[in-house]
């Protein structure tokens, strides 16, 4: 069996995010064999389970799935490729043929085991197959943890752009269990990282601080943040979701770093990928410098971000720093409105301007500098 080294404490959070079929939404945080885990199973009337995994999460985290839950012993696993590009509409296709092969009802249960790929693709999926097939999450990265399994948006890429086809519908229980990422590669950690940021930033200046400080350590020592970090950066997304879950608002905030972020990544998909939380962090950075250009942000602190993210990431590819380049991705953004591209400014850590746009000259000017 695998060993998961998970710490010894739960957190039990019923987020007051109402699915449609009236329940709320339970997350778990802490081991999973100490979790309200193997009881939900029990309480599903599933015929059938199916446990979606890409051969990363195969290889390090299925085993202790398996052996831990009798239930799950019979399971059907399902393995993905790993990497961003299995979240395409030829990957839900072969879902939704193989969970009509298998005859799977609405009763049944999919399980996504693994991080954002596999949980936007495999809640995708289960909330369009009959119009909703029971689904749980189980994040095993940090991105995962503290981003892509929260708050209901799943979905796919499609024609190079990133999640423009997708759904907003909750799963029904997350079990976040910190020992899955003591499996997780260092640079896939690091790209955690980058999500983790941005929630810093839209908490206020003690969490930014706080971060800042925590994750400088942690590179350089190459060494996990504590789980009582770990878990106030969850809550910032919980807290947001649980306020609009539907993106109507506030929930907007959480776009922070993600105009360009989006249009970073698709732009070097191609030829020079990278890591979405290294396109957020870097995304950050240039959002902060139009903030301060459109004279929202004071200077100091989008160098001290700026600095930051160059200090603790790898440098952005040169085909990313081309504006022209990134102009087709910034014109499929989803938050674009009367032809103008829209972020979310930031105007010191805490406080923040939804829905303010930029323009092109904008956007060669910092990339210039
Ligand atoms: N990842 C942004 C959101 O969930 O709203």
Redesign the pocket.
Known sequence: MHSLHSPNFIYFYTMAIQRFQGSSVQLDFGPLTESSFPQKLAQFSAQKILILVDENTQQHCLEYLLTSFEQLAHAEVIVLPPGEETKSIDYALQLWELLTDYEVSKKDLLICLGGGVVSDLGAFVASTYKRGLNCILLPTSLLAMI??A??G?NGIDFKGYKNLIGTIQQPDYIYMDPGFLHSLPWPEYLSGLG?GLKHSLISGLDLWQHYKNDVAFAIENKQQLSTALLWELIQV?IN??EQDPF?IGV?QV??LG?TLGHAFEARCMESEPIAHGVAVAWGLAYEAQIAQAQGLLDQDAAQELFDFVRANYSALPEIAQDAMGLVPFLNQDKKNQDNRWRYAALKSPGSYLLNQSFDLAQLKAVLKS
Do not use: M, T, Y
């Open positions: 981003d892509a929260i708050g948006k999500e997304k947001i979701v993106e929930r959480l776009n993600h």
